[in-house]
């Protein structure tokens, strides 16, 4: 199964924007790249998902790179209500569709 | 909004015992998913269902069991409750078909203890 490597911790202050990168070097051509995230005490939740060209959306956005190896979620202006850990995941056929899940980024949010 | 539900926040069983736990969707999703989490191993899939009465296993299915008898509802069962089954156990949904789009909701899930 394609993999994926996210730092395993970041921090920002409050109301500045983050990147949290995901590099997925292993990524074949219809690979979706998907985006979750797990608010403390809670279920995941979808974020985002993309697969060749930048995706905006409400909560969002997502940069994929020119040859898909890596991607990066940005949250232009994150408030501690952000703080979660964040999941990179690459979606594939080969998976039968699954979700294959890693350890995900842990985002502290400074106030 | 999708809502997808979870019989319990919190269980204590203890070893040997029959353990269910249910999840709930209203959403007429076709897809319906078991994970466990543990600390550092992020979210590790059991068994999913596409339909009434279908199952596939997942990555760790053993000592595990599913039942899908209608739409909206999937039980996960452990047999005989052991302690190395201790964990966060999450439900999730989703629409069916091919594609890669779909995303997955998620309940709040269940934190069972066995003793």
């Known amino acids: 199964d394609a993999k994926t490597t996210q730092p395993n911790s970041m921090e920002s202050n409050e109301e500045e924007p983050v990147h949290l990168p995901c590099n997925h070097s292993t990524i074949s051509g219809t690979d979706y790249i998907h985006w979750y995230r797990q608010l403390p005490s809670q279920g995941p939740e979808y974020v985002i998902h993309g697969l060749t060209s930048n995706v905006n959306n409400r909560m969002a956005s997502l940069a994929i790179a020119e040859d898909r190896k890596s991607s990066t979620l940005i949250l232009h202006r994150a408030t501690l209500r952000d703080a979660a850990v964040y999941y990179c995941i690459l979606r594939s056929m080969d998976s039968n569709y699954q979700l294959i899940w890693g350890a995900g980024t842990k985002l502290i949010i400074k106030p | 909004d999708v809502k997808v539900t979870q019989s319990s926040r919190y269980l204590v069983k203890r070893t040997g015992e029959k353990v269910f736990l249910e999840c709930v969707q209203d959403?007429?999703?076709?897809?319906m998913f078991w994970y466990r989490q543990d600390p550092g191993l992020g979210l590790r899939l059991i068994y999913f269902s596409y339909d009434v009465k279908m199952k596939e296993k997942g990555d760790i299915p053993e000592g595990y069991s599913v039942s899908r008898e209608k739409k909206e509802r999937f039980s996960l069962i452990l047999e005989s409750a052991s302690t190395n089954q201790t964990s966060m156990y999450l439900c999730?949904?989703?629409?069916?078909?091919?594609?890669?789009?779909?995303?997955?909701?998620f309940g709040p899930g269940t934190r069972l203890t066995v003793t």
């Open positions: 959403m007429d999703h076709e897809n």
């Open positions: 999730a949904s989703s629409l069916a078909g091919g594609s890669l789009t779909y995303e997955q909701y």
